[in-house]
């Protein structure tokens, strides 16, 4: 069995098993695959959440200038403006995405400080894979051979490679070059060349069903392709003038053609004229309006080219999910030209969310929006039945009722009772009022002793005071007897250390005053 381990796996011999053992081991090799991916995945999350606590406790971490979540600057990308912005991964990633989603290969700095800046090769491979980068260096050239402007440019429709060719009366056909692709292509259907027949016929040869043709000439009617480029794009909503994102050409939705502004449209206030395109319309309505045309054109030339075909087979049937995905689609475009916001279905008690409304608050739904429904009168009671005037009237809610509502929306935002509200405002006022007044007072007295202080300096000014005579005490010039007490003689200071005596036994006294030192005594130098 040890040649089923994972190191020998690779190197097994598959011709020896019957069909059912090789499936079970494809199975077996899946399955290994799979919990491999998972644990490489577990791994690189703990990897990234140790490297974020380390990260942290060092202070190298920041804010993502897109999300606004931390991460550790060693997981960062930054740009290479003067002044750095720092962005995670995923959200660099995700704008790469939507670039190739919309045919464009710039990276630019996503900071709301107005910064255009870009991104370095290295800064890319930190958050690109493989394919992103290989999609965005495909559209790099698509966009540079744009820029170039070069005549009678021909894309291969197979690959990205692309050649300057005669016109398309000259020669029908590409011929591709590139080693990955080297296919001969028709430039008309741009399919695989099918010359000298034609591309009706070819189709025909094909086995092309009257359906198919049908699908094909619906969807040529709703999706519009860009006039330089031929890139295919939709439009939502908004108005009918219409950029294309990877070359920007700007194009009439409505007749398709290329224009430069506003002048096309019937909009006289932007340089329009009355009877020309119409710069606002329904996009719905217009697209159901040109897909259905095309439909019907499509289904009389398929009928009358091949009358053996039932008209019940033309017929496209959809399912009922789709059609009340069309109608809610229709409703919210009706809604959104009337200028009505969307109002969710009555909830219980007139209370919403926040999420539920538009203005992202909770409240009270007015009646007239979505009326509550009417109790069920009794059998054998009369029903009193309004009149028009009675029933356009807003049916407000009782006195009482709209209270305790009031009081239970307030409780749950967190707002203080109505009476403690007024009651703090009505405080505060009232202690503004005395700040202020005080302030005045203030002012009124430093006013007075500014004027005080000027009238004194202007007398002074004025009239020189006399400098009065000094004062003699009546004791000066005679004469103090004054009693001290009698100071007495401080004590002697001690004697030196130094010439104290040396007491030695049986040595003779040694007379401190006389000095008669005896014949043992040594002379003092």
């Not at 995700?94 to 870009?118: R, V």
Request: with cysteine; glycine share 4%; net charge neutral.
């Amino acid at each position: 069995m040890t040649e089923f381990l994972p190191e020998e796996f690779p190197y097994l011999d598959m011709n020896r098993f019957s069909l059912e053992e090789q499936a079970a081991i494809a199975e077996l090799g899946a399955a290994r695959e799979l919990k491999s991916i998972k644990d490489a995945k577990v791994a690189a999350e703990a990897e990234e959440e140790n490297n974020f606590i380390h990260e942290k406790s060092i202070g190298q971490v920041t804010e993502c200038g897109c999300c606004f979540e931390e991460f550790a600057l060693n997981r960062m990308i930054q740009c290479n403006g003067e002044e750095i912005h720092w962005f995670c991964r995923g959200c660099m990633r995700m704008q790469a995405e939507t670039n190739i989603g919309l045919s464009k290969h710039e990276l630019t700095c996503m900071s709301m400080d107005g910064c255009s800046a870009g991104f370095s090769l290295a800064q890319r491979n930190l958050f690109l894979d493989k394919k992103s980068r290989t999609a965005l260096e495909r559209i790099e050239q698509e966009a540079a051979l744009r820029m170039a402007g070069i005549e009678n440019l021909e894309t291969c429709p197979f690959c990205p490679y692309a050649a300057e060719y005669p016109p398309v009366e000259v020669d029908k056909e590409f011929r591709c070059v590139n080693p990955g692709c080297e296919k001969v292509s028709c430039r008309l259907c741009r399919k695989e060349t099918h010359i000298p027949k034609t591309c009706a016929e070819s189709a025909a040869d094909h086995g092309l069903d009257a359906r198919h043709i049908l699908e094909e000439a619906m969807s040529a009617a709703l999706i519009r392709t860009c006039n330089q480029c031929k890139n295919p794009f939709l439009k939502s909503d908004g108005c009918n003038k219409v950029r294309c994102t990877r070359c920007g050409t700007i194009h009439c939705y409505v007749c398709r053609k290329t224009i430069t502004d506003y002048r096309h449209f019937n909009d006289v206030s932007r340089g329009g004229k009355n009877g020309r395109c119409p710069l606002y319309d329904s996009t719905e309505e217009r697209h159901q309006e040109e897909v259905q045309r095309a439909e019907e054109e499509t289904r009389q030339k398929v009928a009358r080219d091949n009358p053996e075909i039932a008209a019940d087979s033309l017929k496209i049937k959809v399912s009922d999910d789709v059609q009340q995905d069309e109608l809610k689609r229709k409703q919210n475009d009706a809604r959104y030209r009337a200028g009505v916001p969307y109002i969710p279905p009555h909830p219980p008690n007139g209370i919403v969310d926040f999420n539920d409304i538009p203005n992202g608050l909770f409240g009270v739904i007015h009646p007239q929006a979505v009326p509550p429904p009417r109790p069920i009168p009794a059998p054998g009671v009369p029903r009193a039945v309004p009149v028009a005037a009675a029933e356009a009237l807003p049916r407000l809610l009782p006195e009482a009722r709209r209270a305790a509502l009031v009081q239970r929306i307030r409780a749950r935002a967190n707002l203080p009772p109505p009476d403690a509200a007024i009651n703090f405002r009505m405080h505060m006022q009232n202690v503004q009022a005395n700040m202020q007044a005080q302030i005045n007072q203030l002012q009124a007295v430093r006013a007075l002793i500014d004027q005080r202080k000027a009238a004194i300096g202007n007398l002074q000014a004025a009239h020189p005071a006399p400098v009065p005579p000094a004062r003699i005490p009546p004791y000066l010039g005679q004469r103090l007897l004054v009693t001290l007490p009698q100071r007495q003689r401080p004590p002697p200071p001690p004697e030196p250390l130094g010439n104290l005596p040396i007491v030695r036994p049986n040595a003779p006294a040694y007379d401190a005053i006389n000095d008669n030192r005896g014949p043992e005594w040594p002379a003092r130098p």
